[in-house]
Protein backbone atom coordinates (compact mmCIF):
# COMPACT_ATOMS: atom_id res chain seq x y z
CA UNK A 1 0.00 0.00 0.00
CA UNK A 2 2.79 2.15 1.07
CA UNK A 3 4.87 1.94 -2.20
CA UNK A 4 1.00 2.33 -4.40
CA UNK A 5 0.65 5.49 -2.87
CA UNK A 6 4.46 7.05 -2.78
CA UNK A 7 4.83 6.71 1.01
CA UNK A 8 8.37 5.14 0.52
CA UNK A 9 9.78 6.10 3.70
CA UNK A 10 7.09 4.26 5.27
CA UNK A 11 7.46 1.68 3.16
CA UNK A 12 10.90 1.17 3.65
CA UNK A 13 10.20 0.97 7.76
CA UNK A 14 7.30 -1.56 6.95
CA UNK A 15 9.20 -3.59 5.48
CA UNK A 16 12.16 -3.75 7.67
CA UNK A 17 10.29 -4.05 10.57
CA UNK A 18 8.36 -7.14 8.05
CA UNK A 19 11.99 -8.65 7.43
CA UNK A 20 12.75 -8.86 11.05
CA UNK A 21 9.32 -10.25 12.64
CA UNK A 22 10.19 -13.39 9.79
CA UNK A 23 13.23 -13.58 10.87
CA UNK A 24 12.23 -13.69 15.11
CA UNK A 25 9.52 -16.15 13.89
CA UNK A 26 11.88 -18.49 11.63
CA UNK A 27 9.88 -17.76 8.47
CA UNK A 28 12.74 -17.53 6.25
CA UNK A 29 10.88 -18.47 3.03
CA UNK A 30 8.66 -15.03 3.17
CA UNK A 31 12.78 -13.08 3.12
CA UNK A 32 13.20 -12.89 -0.57
CA UNK A 33 9.98 -11.51 -1.21
CA UNK A 34 10.12 -8.74 1.20
CA UNK A 35 13.64 -8.07 0.68
CA UNK A 36 12.77 -7.50 -3.04
CA UNK A 37 9.79 -5.26 -2.04
CA UNK A 38 12.03 -3.28 0.11
CA UNK A 39 14.39 -3.37 -2.83
CA UNK A 40 11.47 -1.28 -4.83
CA UNK A 41 10.67 1.14 -2.12
CA UNK A 42 14.44 2.58 -2.15
CA UNK A 43 14.83 2.58 -5.66
CA UNK A 44 11.50 4.31 -5.86
CA UNK A 45 13.26 6.68 -3.63
CA UNK A 46 16.33 7.19 -5.89
CA UNK A 47 18.19 5.24 -3.12
CA UNK A 48 19.91 2.99 -5.59
CA UNK A 49 22.48 1.85 -3.50
CA UNK A 50 20.28 0.45 -0.55
CA UNK A 51 18.10 -0.73 -3.47
CA UNK A 52 21.40 -2.47 -4.94
CA UNK A 53 22.29 -3.71 -1.25
CA UNK A 54 18.83 -4.93 -1.15
CA UNK A 55 18.32 -6.38 -4.57
CA UNK A 56 21.50 -8.56 -4.09
CA UNK A 57 20.50 -9.70 -0.88
CA UNK A 58 17.25 -11.19 -2.64
CA UNK A 59 19.07 -12.59 -5.19
CA UNK A 60 21.17 -14.50 -2.76
CA UNK A 61 17.82 -15.62 -0.66
CA UNK A 62 16.28 -16.31 -3.64
CA UNK A 63 19.22 -18.93 -5.42
CA UNK A 64 19.84 -20.23 -1.88
CA UNK A 65 15.70 -21.36 -1.70
CA UNK A 66 15.66 -21.99 -5.71
CA UNK A 67 12.94 -19.73 -5.97
CA UNK A 68 13.73 -19.01 -9.89
CA UNK A 69 10.74 -16.18 -10.10
CA UNK A 70 11.64 -14.07 -7.20
CA UNK A 71 15.89 -14.16 -8.12
CA UNK A 72 14.55 -13.09 -12.03
CA UNK A 73 12.77 -9.44 -10.15
CA UNK A 74 15.96 -9.19 -8.01
CA UNK A 75 17.89 -9.52 -11.59
CA UNK A 76 15.61 -6.96 -13.23
CA UNK A 77 16.06 -4.53 -10.25
CA UNK A 78 19.16 -4.79 -10.21
CA UNK A 79 19.69 -4.08 -13.98
CA UNK A 80 17.64 -1.19 -13.56
CA UNK A 81 19.43 0.44 -11.11
CA UNK A 82 22.99 0.01 -13.41
CA UNK A 83 20.76 1.30 -16.32
CA UNK A 84 19.79 4.38 -14.13
CA UNK A 85 23.47 4.66 -13.45
CA UNK A 86 24.46 4.59 -17.26
CA UNK A 87 27.04 1.36 -16.29
CA UNK A 88 25.73 -0.61 -19.56
CA UNK A 89 28.00 -3.38 -18.84
CA UNK A 90 26.47 -4.72 -15.60
CA UNK A 91 22.85 -3.55 -16.90
CA UNK A 92 23.27 -6.04 -19.89
CA UNK A 93 24.85 -8.99 -17.44
CA UNK A 94 21.54 -8.58 -14.90
CA UNK A 95 19.10 -8.39 -18.26
CA UNK A 96 20.75 -11.23 -19.64
CA UNK A 97 20.96 -13.63 -16.60
CA UNK A 98 17.03 -12.29 -15.84
CA UNK A 99 16.39 -13.51 -19.67
CA UNK A 100 17.51 -16.87 -19.21
CA UNK A 101 15.96 -17.47 -16.18
CA UNK A 102 12.81 -15.98 -18.04
CA UNK A 103 13.22 -18.97 -20.57
CA UNK A 104 13.49 -21.13 -18.10
CA UNK A 105 10.25 -20.19 -16.34
CA UNK A 106 8.64 -20.00 -20.16
CA UNK A 107 7.64 -16.77 -18.93
CA UNK A 108 6.57 -14.79 -21.86
CA UNK A 109 5.90 -11.63 -20.26
CA UNK A 110 9.33 -11.28 -18.70
CA UNK A 111 10.91 -12.40 -21.69
CA UNK A 112 9.13 -9.61 -23.83
CA UNK A 113 9.97 -6.54 -21.30
CA UNK A 114 13.34 -7.74 -21.05
CA UNK A 115 13.93 -7.39 -24.40
CA UNK A 116 12.39 -4.06 -24.67
CA UNK A 117 14.74 -3.13 -21.85
CA UNK A 118 17.43 -4.24 -23.26
CA UNK A 119 16.40 -1.82 -26.67
CA UNK A 120 15.91 1.20 -24.33
CA UNK A 121 19.80 0.38 -22.85
CA UNK A 122 21.18 -0.25 -25.94
CA UNK A 123 19.25 3.28 -27.70
CA UNK A 124 20.65 5.48 -24.70
CA UNK A 125 24.18 4.20 -25.74
CA UNK A 126 22.83 5.15 -29.48
CA UNK A 127 23.21 1.35 -30.95
CA UNK A 128 20.11 1.66 -33.12
CA UNK A 129 20.64 -1.81 -34.54
CA UNK A 130 21.02 -3.64 -31.61
CA UNK A 131 17.71 -1.48 -29.92
CA UNK A 132 15.59 -2.55 -32.96
CA UNK A 133 16.84 -6.34 -32.85
CA UNK A 134 15.75 -6.49 -29.08
CA UNK A 135 12.62 -4.31 -29.69
CA UNK A 136 11.37 -6.60 -32.75
CA UNK A 137 11.94 -10.22 -30.53
CA UNK A 138 9.25 -8.27 -27.57
CA UNK A 139 6.86 -7.32 -30.58
CA UNK A 140 7.09 -10.87 -31.49
CA UNK A 141 6.16 -11.40 -27.74
CA UNK A 142 3.47 -8.76 -27.76
CA UNK A 143 1.94 -9.53 -30.77
CA UNK A 144 0.87 -13.23 -29.04
CA UNK A 145 0.24 -12.23 -25.79
CA UNK A 146 -1.53 -9.58 -26.74
CA UNK A 147 -1.27 -7.03 -23.78
CA UNK A 148 -1.97 -3.44 -25.34
CA UNK A 149 -0.57 -1.52 -22.82
CA UNK A 150 2.95 -2.77 -23.14
CA UNK A 151 2.55 -3.01 -26.67
CA UNK A 152 1.88 0.77 -27.25
CA UNK A 153 4.93 1.34 -25.05
CA UNK A 154 7.33 -0.61 -26.84
CA UNK A 155 5.52 0.61 -30.16
CA UNK A 156 6.41 4.12 -28.72
CA UNK A 157 10.14 3.09 -28.27
CA UNK A 158 10.44 1.67 -31.76
CA UNK A 159 9.12 4.81 -32.86
CA UNK A 160 11.59 6.63 -30.85
CA UNK A 161 14.62 4.53 -32.23
CA UNK A 162 13.17 4.83 -35.93
CA UNK A 163 13.58 8.61 -35.00
CA UNK A 164 16.47 8.73 -34.18
CA UNK A 165 17.81 6.90 -36.88
CA UNK A 166 16.21 9.01 -39.44
CA UNK A 167 13.64 6.56 -40.32
CA UNK A 168 10.88 8.67 -40.39
CA UNK A 169 8.82 6.82 -42.64
CA UNK A 170 9.10 3.81 -40.60
Known amino acids: VYII ?8 TA ?26 AYYYQGDYENALKSYIKTSELAKRMNNKATLLEAYNGIANIYMAKEDYVNTAKYYNEGLVIAHDLKDNASVALIENNLGIMYK ?18 YK ?25 SE
Request: glycine share 2%.
Open 144 to 168: NTRDSSEMARLLQNIGSCNSSMGNF
Open 15 to 40: YIEAIEIARQNNFPIKLPWLYNRLSA
Open 124 to 141: SQRKFNEAMSHYMLALEI
Open 5 to 12: TAQYNKAV
